[in-house]
């Protein structure tokens, strides 16, 4: 689905990221239910944890996390390229989590020395020469680091949904799809939410977010290979922008035989 009447043209900030976009659709209290209760049988079948890019899906989840006292833990990949309103946001969730000890942040970073070598070998505006050497950076910074992170765990929960994608469009509650070859269940608690019902909750319950949403920015990822973006464009164009649509996924979420390359 398209998402974009929900966003208005890049770089005039008038309203903030809740003033556009707090609209609840007519189902959301059966959606946050769901949701909920997604979170808790995850829990109850864990150890599980929840993969945050600090995006306003993923401090929802957390935020609920807190709020219902599951015990899941959290991890961010901290890339060495985030934007530092990102970072900012990561110092307030790691003094948050602190307060809720049966939900513990952690934070992986990659393997400096494989970070240097590869900026060393290809620069640092590698991932702008071809597809192969961007997932090659995202290899290094981001698939590497959640293996470490996904060690040990029987599950894991993402901020998917169906709307933010053509290639999200099936994303389901429960996505079994790893358990022959990893042993790992995917969550995806929020499949099911709009971008409206995301902001309303947000707002209702005054959660924490990235400035950047407020610039325009509704997929923030690594700053080489995020930008706003303006009306008429889809959900994620700011994403690797240069790439085919095709391509637009760093590794995190794509089956089996689609990742393999990277």
């Known amino acids: 689905m398209n998402t974009s009447s929900l966003l208005p043209i890049a770089g005039r900030a008038t309203q903030t990221a809740i003033e556009l976009n707090a609209r609840a659709s007519d189902t959301f209290a059966a959606k946050l239910a769901e949701t909920v209760a997604l979170l808790k049988q ?18 929802v989840i957390t935020h609920l996390i807190n709020a219902h006292q599951l015990p899941i833990s959290i991890f961010v990949l901290e890339t060495g390229a985030l934007h530092a309103e990102t970072l900012a946001l990561l110092e307030q969730l790691k003094a948050q989590q602190a307060a809720h000890p049966q939900a513990p942040l952690t934070v992986y970073t ?27 950076c995202c290899g290094i910074r981001k698939m590497e680091p959640l293996g470490r992170a996904l060690a040990g765990q029987k599950g894991w929960l993402t901020g998917l949904r169906r709307e933010q994608s053509g290639a999200r469009a099936e994303v389901p509650l429960i996505d079994t799809a790893e358990v022959a ?17 995301v902001w309303h909750y947000i707002a209702e319950n005054k959660v924490a977010y990235n400035p950047l949403h407020d610039q325009f920015y509704p997929s923030i990822g690594c700053a080489p290979c995020t930008r706003a973006i303006s009306l008429g464009e889809d959900f994620r164009a700011g994403r690797w922008w240069w790439e085919d649509e095709a391509a637009k996924e760093c590794g995190l979420h794509v089956k089996q035989k689609e990742g393999a390359a990277a």
């Open 110 to 136: 990659p393997v400096q020395e494989s970070v240097v070598q590869f900026v060393a070998r290809e620069g640092k505006d590698a991932m702008y020469k071809s597809i192969e050497l961007r997932k090659a």
């Open 42 to 59: 995850a829990a109850q079948n864990g150890p599980v944890t929840q993969a945050s890019s600090l995006g306003a899906e993923d401090m």
């Open 181 to 197: 070859t990893k042993g790992l269940v995917k969550y995806n608690p929020l499949a099911n939410w709009t971008w409206g019902d």
